[in-house]
């Protein structure tokens, strides 16, 4: 039996009954740890539970610190590139040319075999760390970071100055962008992008950044002035050019966008499937209204605001047969609402089309569309083309450690307006996980998956037998298809985030963010009282030992 892959094309399933295998999975789970599993980053055996600050890697596998936060990413002046004793960072202070906070999403560019740019979110801050406002804006946005491997093949940052100037960059708070889509007409350009939790890498290797939980920055941090209705957007950047503005879809809707997983449809047309990462919030579904015309190389060409595929388009959201408790294993019909001021219940809403995609939420309320137990990430299996979503957990739903609910549309994807649905596997101990967040599907469509339990929780019931947060892989197929396999356990308080392989697979690139969260003493990486937020690259010893 296998997990996702149904060994079908698109489109996939029509018959519920085929889904109903899937479903005895839950049921006969086994997480005793030394499981053996060759993924595409090498094989491993999987991982015990643990509760100590350290992060930790099946044998034979290494990590190195690519940048912590607070490292500096851009070195601007010119005056310390021939001396052989300066250290990177003597010359540059300011916070805007280090590397941001709370590091998250990371997208891979590729430039050369051995040369690439990571383009690595920042998401929240810690005001008890940078109190002052002026600062907290600098240290959110986006980083984007030149590596290049050394002579054993290993990604490290490029410490190279000219190459930083060429490409290092810090979109921030402070960062002016343009706009796109009908709310440009009340918004053609706006201040700053923040709460950058996820993302993607678009096939003509633009980078788009999502805005989650910006309430906080009004809400908790007290920005003054702050217009919330700048953000909650998706953010399209060129991180090819370092001078480029970035661009805010609203096309895509505002909510608290979690991720958006992409699809070239059949007919060529980008689908970017979303979640709201909220209580009762919704999923979402955007088809572009034109085929892909892209250059493939940004280098050389603007990023006009019109020109990408997510200028235009329409907006779904989806609404399920029955009303479930996702605390159960489940499945279903569903469909896809239009998010149009043309359908007449929105139309006595709202006055444009502008007013609704900056009420996203009120609009798929209006249309009775399904609430979810928080939808953070989702991801589209390559092997079967079906959309997983992370549904992290609900306290006010009474659903403590979250599921895998799966999508599969019952058309090409960019012209299926109903699909099948699956609440497939529960967290909790049977699955040996609890609160899944960040999820992404790997060439093989195993499925990678982090989990978020919060930091106050750690290791306390009814979480205490999953351990520190930890990264997980669902094989598809094989003996232990269905099965979460822990491949790494995250230092105390910390969740890791942004999983993203290298082109080669060779090397997997992570985000530990906030270790030391809910009090949690942590000394990672430094060993030192100070925990810091770091990206990482993983990588099996074996290449070149
Ligand atoms: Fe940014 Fe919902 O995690
Ligand atoms: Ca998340
Ligand atoms: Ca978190
Ligand atoms: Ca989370």
Redesign the pocket.
């Known amino acids: 039996m296998k997990f996702l892959g149904l060994g079908l094309a698109l489109p996939a399933l029509n018959s519920c009954d085929s889904l109903i295998e899937h479903f005895s999975y839950n049921e006969n789970l086994e997480v005793t740890p030394g499981l053996e599993f060759k993924s595409p980053l090498g094989p491993f055996k999987s991982l015990a539970a643990s509760s100590l600050d350290e992060l930790i890697l099946p044998e034979g596998y290494s990590y190195d610190i690519i940048r912590s936060y607070g490292d500096v990413i851009l070195r601007v002046h010119e005056d310390h590139e021939n001396d052989e004793n300066a250290e990177i960072g003597d010359c540059e202070q300011s916070q805007e040319l280090k590397f941001g906070y709370n590091n998250?999403y990371i997208g891979f560019i590729p430039l050369s075999s051995d040369e690439a740019l990571l383009a690595v979110n920042h998401?929240f801050l810690d005001p008890l760390d940078i109190p002052v406002e002026a600062e907290q804006r600098k240290a959110v946005g986006v980083s984007i970071v030149k590596i290049k491997k050394d002579s054993h093949g290993l990604w490290k940052f490029d410490e190279d100055p000219e190459s930083q100037r060429e490409f290092n960059r810090r979109i921030t708070a402070n960062t002016v962008c343009t706009v796109s889509g009908a709310v440009r007409e009340l918004y053609p350009e706006v201040t700053g992008t923040l709460?950058n939790?996820?993302g993607a890498v678009t096939p003509w290797n633009t980078v788009l950044t999502c805005e989650?939980?910006y309430y906080l920055f009004d809400e908790v941090y007290k920005w003054k002035n702050f217009d919330a209705k700048q953000y909650g957007w998706i953010v399209e950047i060129n991180p090819l050019k370092p001078d480029s503005k970035p661009i805010k879809h609203t096309a895509l809707g505002r909510m608290?966008h979690?991720n958006c997983a992409l699809v070239k449809s059949h007919d060529e047309r980008m689908v970017v499937y979303m979640g709201d990462?909220k209580e009762r919030q919704f999923i979402y579904k955007f088809v572009s209204k034109n085929p892909l015309n892209m250059p493939k190389n940004f280098k050389d060409h603007e990023l006009e605001p019109n020109l990408s595929p997510f200028s235009e388009g329409d907006l779904y959201v989806a609404k399920l047969d029955k009303n479930l408790k996702f605390t159960e294993i489940n499945s279903g019909k569903g469909k896809w609402l239009k998010l149009s001021v043309d359908n007449p219940v929105l139309k006595s809403k709202f006055k444009s089309q502008a007013e609704l995609l900056i009420e996203t939420r009120l609009a798929a309320k209006y249309l009775a569309a399904t609430p979810m137990d928080?939808p953070?990430s989702l991801s589209v299996s390559p092997k079967d083309g079906s959309i997983v979503a992370a549904l992290?957990y609900s306290p006010a739903e009474k659903n403590n450690f979250g599921s895998l609910f799966r999508i599969v549309e019952d058309n090409p994807h960019s012209e299926s307006m109903t699909f099948h649905y699956e609440n497939l596997i529960l967290g909790g101990k049977a699955s040996g996980f609890a609160c899944p967040?960040n999820i992404y599907f790997d060439k093989n469509s195993n499925l990678w998956l982090a989990t978020?339990i919060d930091g106050i929780k750690l290791n306390k019931a009814p979480y205490d037998f999953q351990g520190n947060n930890s990264l997980f892989i669902i094989p598809s197929e094989g003996p232990h298809a269905g099965k979460a396999l822990r491949f790494a356990s995250a230092p105390a308080g910390a969740e890791f985030?942004g999983i993203c392989f290298s082109e080669d697979y060779k090397t997997l690139f992570l985000s530990v963010q906030h270790p030391g969260e809910g009090g949690l003493q942590s000394r990672w990486p430094y060993g030192t009282n100070v925990a810091k937020s770091s990206l990482i690259a993983i990588y099996q010893e074996l290449e070149w030992w």
Do not use: G, I, L, Q
């Open positions: 998250d998401e709460a939790c996820s989650e939980n608290a979690e990462d928080r953070e992290t967040d978020d985030c």
